[in-house]
Antibody, heavy 121, light 108 residues
Framework: QVQLQQSSPGLVKPSQTLSLTCAISGDSVSSNSVAWNWIRQSPSRGLEWLGRTYYRSKWSNDYAVSVKSRITINPDTSKNQFSLHLNSVTPEDTAVYYC????????????WGQGTLVTVS | DIQMTQSPSSLSASVGDRVTITCRASQTINNYLNWYQHKAGKAPKLLIYGASNLQSGVPSTRFSGSGSGTDFTLTISSLQPEDYATYYCQETYSTPYTFGQGTKLEIK
């Protein structure tokens, strides 16, 4: 059974960097048949996919255009986890952040982390 | 970006009712359409992937999905108390994998 456990930073000041980690159990961050994603949810923007990292002989990332200039998603193979870094945050980045695994068939998000509320204030 | 439009945005129904939620994509997405159930304070739960494939563990007697191209439907055949939640469609045809705005299903 795959489980994703998110860290919980809580409060971030404007202009600083939001950092979250997602620890994976029951699968490997280096698996070549899945991808590892970050999604957020806010009342104003709904559910919004932010980006993903995945391994297919080499590591690759894809990011949403809306955050592309500010986001980095990194795998950590030694700890079997992946991280989200979003810099220059504003109150608009206040949201519940989720990590999720996507399967390489229909790219559906089959396992999710528990969610972390991040407030920018 | 592909736009996903769900209807209705909210719905009141009784236990035992049959409920249908629709999702329309702004361009063809073949069958790259997924449905999720979301309850407050919990992570979204995958119900249907690839438009009509039931995720393991989801009751097949109640949940089904259909459609292709741009128009899709989620059907709950006989509402149970645990089905009251918000439902989202999502396209995974192209990034940024847009979600619909959600359909809140409430007890009548």
């Amino acid at each position: 059974q795959v489980q994703l456990q998110q860290s919980s930073p809580g409060l971030v000041k404007p202009s600083q960097t939001l950092s979250l980690t997602c620890a994976i159990s029951g699968d490997s961050v280096s698996s070549n048949s899945v991808a590892w994603n970050w999604i957020r949810q806010s009342p104003s923007r709904g559910l919004e996919w932010l980006g993903r990292t995945y391994y297919r002989s080499k590591w690759s990332n894809d990011y949403a255009v809306s955050v592309k200039s500010r986001i980095t998603i990194n795998p950590d193979t030694s700890k079997n986890q992946f991280s989200l870094h979003l810099n220059s945050v504003t109150p608009e980045d206040t949201a519940v952040y989720y990590c999720a695994r996507s399967n390489w068939g229909f790219l559906h998000f089959d396992y999710w982390g528990q969610g972390t509320l991040v407030t920018v204030s | 970006d592909i736009q996903m439009t769900q209807s209705p945005s909210s719905l009141s129904a009784s236990v035992g009712d049959r409920v249908t939620i629709t999702c329309r994509a702004s361009q063809t997405i073949n069958n790259y359409l997924n449905w999720y159930q979301h309850k407050a304070g919990k992570a979204p739960k995958l119900l249907i992937y690839g438009a009509s494939n039931l995720q393991s563990g989801v009751p097949s007697t109640r949940f089904s999905g259909s459609g292709s191209g741009t128009d899709f439907t989620l059907t709950i055949s006989s509402l149970q108390p645990e089905d009251y939640a918000t439902y989202y469609c999502q396209e995974t045809y192209s990034t940024p994998y847009t979600f619909g705005q959600g359909t809140k299903l409430e007890i009548k």
